[in-house]
């Protein structure tokens, strides 16, 4: 064993070592999609005397997180997003309603002088002059004397002794204490039932309480701060509510929930178990496959797939990336990724073996390793870049898709080109694997390059009439979007669209009736898998979907909320804008990473082959009735760095024996390298159907579009990197003045002179 294989096989063995103890010590962070909860994305907004800055935002999430820490909601977070927006996570609220009241409310809390009895023409004047009592009887009201930015702490008690009910008691800080003992002292001059005697407390401009001060109390004297209690005809919840106002203060800025999801526990479980489930099936099925074509070396990749999985989830869990639904799905995907490596290895190294069939197997696989790595580099770098726009330009459970998987990639290139060499490299020093070329699976060409090289198809004869097969796909594909028109999902239209579980089955039709008739005409009705029904709405308050939920629960008994997901009007424009902004920004970077790396006839040739998927993706959707939405969105991207990932294998191959071959018409080279790369292209392509197609069928609805669109991306992918991207190469090729690429010089070869290459392990000893 080489020292290169031994350092390899260390790291190796450090790196597992060091991921199988977090993986037993330490637990992943879930999202609320997956453990349930709800999620609302809050809109600062300007208020007369504020702006809606960075600093304001950061006061308003400051009071919030003491109102909800009062709510006794266990572990919520809340971060500010950009410079005026709040997310706020309530881990097992299935209910928002009462979050949301406590959360929104302004909360401007007041106390005033009452001057006396007011007119009733007076009576509900906003001014602050004139407002009812708690018996509705008019106010005249002084000017505020100190704000609810005074009080220091207020809690609700059951007053049982006095027989005073509910009360809140109520703790001033020192100046606004001494302001409140100068009202009251005030307030003390005037006679016993006289309403000057009285304080106003007002809370967004209602009289919630206007108590007496008590005769007790002399006048100019004043109550002390600690002994202040507001009483009133509380129950035990009002009062409750009305101290955690009172204690949360006043908010600096008005805020609008834009966004809210709601996810019951059940869906989320049943989301990780389908996820799990297809994990297990889909990389069982991609071990099986890889094992069975490169035998005992694809087993030996199959173990680093194995370790590839342990690794990028210690990965996940001990840089705490919380774990979304679509996170979770691009982990099991790039379990099918994590295989791309290891075919164009073992396919390159069964080019050498067939090139120069008496040289020694590990000679073989080095020089596999060695004039792989380029696309392997490449193809990865284009999925980290559809990765890293997932993330940046994506929002909520999108991004988490985006962090799993670059995340996936790195570990499974780590995978490749550390794990499973470490193990080839062993594997290839046994005389058994060299003497037995059926058992190494490297020493004999596989099914597919045999029948192809015996074939030897010339399928470039007539570039164009790829072109015109691709052309007609594409108008099919608009035709879908211009007459079936694309089925944008509510994160980009806006409104809400709420998922509902009932104990007796409720018909479609039934259930939009009983809605129409209940005031909801507007709303869409359709069925979400095993028996549960869909609900779409424009605006809709949560106090309208509990009356809603009540009118299902007439007609299919005990109704359960599965999802509830709710977009203003506004940040559905943005997240729209923002999906247009993410394509366009994925097409230009993909553009100008392979015109640095390749010739620009083949950049503008793979961008052609990734526009065309994109646009026939699209159109599939749009045929199908299938929603658009941001988990959409997630595949596309994910489908862009595919068929980028596709096109750079084949055009890597292109430049490589073009440049052995100069003078070669680039059509002729173009065919042999397409005949090369197919083997890898099929079985690459093989390892993430069998993931995507477990996804599709244990995944449920929450992940079936996202796996359908992956299904049909690489699909359409694999047919356009070949037969798309070349055509449209060899197009621009006829126009390009460009020369044909330089050879790069073999290792050990300086200007001037000609060194033969040596075979590693050769020490150069003759007999």
């Known amino acids: 064993m080489t020292r290169a294989t031994t350092v390899r096989a260390v790291l190796a063995a450090a790196v597992l070592l060091v991921s199988v103890l ?277 087993a030996l990749a199959a173990v680093a797939l194995a370790a590839y999985g342990v690794i990028s989830y210690a990965a996940l869990v001990a840089l705490g990336v919380t774990l979304t639904l679509p996170g979770l799905a691009g982990f099991v995907l790039a379990i099918g990724m994590a295989v791309d490596a290891n075919v164009l290895v073992f396919e390159r190294a069964r080019e050498e073996y067939a090139e120069r069939p008496g040289r020694s197997l590990r000679s073989a696989m080095t020089a596999g390793f060695r004039n792989a790595w380029s696309a392997v580099a490449d193809s990865n770098v284009t999925t980290l870049i559809a990765a890293g726009l997932l993330f940046f330009l994506g929002s909520g459970p999108v991004k988490g898709f985006g962090v799993t998987l670059a995340i996936g990639v790195l570990a499974s290139m780590f995978s490749a080109l550390v794990i499973a060499r470490a193990l080839t490299e062993i594997a290839s020093g046994s005389r058994f694997v060299n003497d037995y070329r059926g058992v190494n699976g490297i020493a004999r060409p596989g099914r597919v390059r045999t029948w192809l090289a015996r074939r030897d198809p010339q399928l470039f004869r007539s570039p164009r009439r790829w072109l015109l097969v691709s052309t007609a796909l594409i108008a099919v594909a608009v035709l879908g979007i211009v007459v079936r028109g694309v089925n944008l999902g509510v994160e980009f239209t806006g409104g809400r669209l709420v998922e509902y579980s009932t104990s007796r089955p409720v018909d479609v039709e039934t259930a939009r009736t009983a809605l129409a008739d209940a005031g909801f005409g507007d709303a869409e009705v359709t069925t979400a898998g095993a028996g549960d029904l869909s609900v779409r709405t424009g605006d809709l308050s949560n106090d309208e979907e509990h009356t809603l939920r009540a009118v299902l629960a007439e007609e299919g008994g005990h109704t359960t909320k599965v999802r509830d997901e709710l977009i203003g009007p506004s940040l559905g424009d943005e997240l729209r804008r923002n999906a247009l902004i993410a394509l366009a920004i994925a097409v230009l970077v993909q553009l ?23 646009i026939i993706l699209i159109g599939a959707f749009a045929w199908l009735g299938r929603t658009v939405d941001g988990i959409f969105l997630a595949a596309l991207l994910t489908v862009i760095g595919y068929s980028v990932n596709d096109s750079v294998v084949v055009f890597d191959r292109v430049r490589e024996l073009w440049a052995k071959a100069r003078r070669v018409p680039v059509a002729t080279i173009a065919n042999r390298a397409v005949v090369q790369t197919v083997p890898r292209t099929v079985n690459t392509g093989m390892g993430a159907l069998f993931i995507l197609a477990a996804l599709a069928v244990l995944g449920g609805d929450s992940l079936a579009d996202f796996a359908l669109a992956l299904l049909i991306g690489i699909c359409v992918g694999t047919y356009s990197s070949v037969l798309t991207a070349v055509p449209v190469a060899l197009t621009l090729e006829k126009s390009s003045k460009a020369p044909p690429p330089a050879r790069k010089r073999a290792p050990g070869r300086t200007s001037g002179a000609r060194t033969k290459r040596r075979d590693p392990l050769d020490n150069g000893a003759r007999v």
Request: charged share 20%.
């Open 22 to 298: 977090i993986t037993l010590t330490m637990s992943p962070r879930f999202g609320l999609d997956l453990q349930g909860g709800t999620r609302m994305v809050l809109q600062a907004k300007d208020s007369a005397t504020t702006k809606a800055d960075r600093e304001s935002t950061d006061r308003t999430l400051e009071v919030l997180r003491q109102r909800i820490d009062s709510l006794g909601v266990a572990e919520p977070t809340l971060t500010r997003s950009g410079e005026d927006r709040i997310i706020v996570e309530l881990p097992d609220v299935q209910d928002p309603r009462k979050a949301a009241e406590v959360i929104g409310k302004t909360a401007q809390l007041s106390f005033h002088a009452v001057q006396g009895p007011g007119t009733e023409q007076e009576k509900g004047k906003a001014a602050g002059l004139t407002l009812p009592d708690e018996e509705g009887r008019p106010l005249a009201l002084g000017p505020a004397r100190l704000t609810g930015a005074g009080v220091k702490d207020a809690g609700a008690s059951f007053d049982a002794q006095q027989g005073a009910g509910w009360t809140v008691a109520l703790d001033f800080h020192k100046g606004a204490g001494r302001d409140w003992t100068r009202l009251t002292g005030e307030a003390a001059c005037h006679p016993v039932q006289d309403d000057r005697r009285r304080v106003a407390i007002v809370l967004d401009n209602q009289v919630i309480s206007s108590p007496q001060v008590a005769p007790s109390v002399g006048c100019n004297v004043g109550l002390p701060s600690g002994s202040t209690q507001i009483t009133g005809s509380f129950g035990a919840d009002e009062a409750r509510n009305l101290a955690l106002l009172i204690k949360g203060g006043a908010l600096p800025l008005p805020v609008e929930i834009v966004e809210q999801r709601t996810v019951g526990p059940t869906l989320g479980a049943a989301a990780i178990d389908a996820s799990a489930q297809a994990a297990l099936i889909g990389a069982a099925a991609t071990a099986l496959f890889i094992t069975f074509v490169y035998r005992l070396f694809g």
């Open 592 to 614: 100008a990473y392979l015109a640095v790396r390749f010739r620009w006839t083949f950049a503008l040739a793979s961008v052609a082959a990734l526009v065309h998927d994109v």
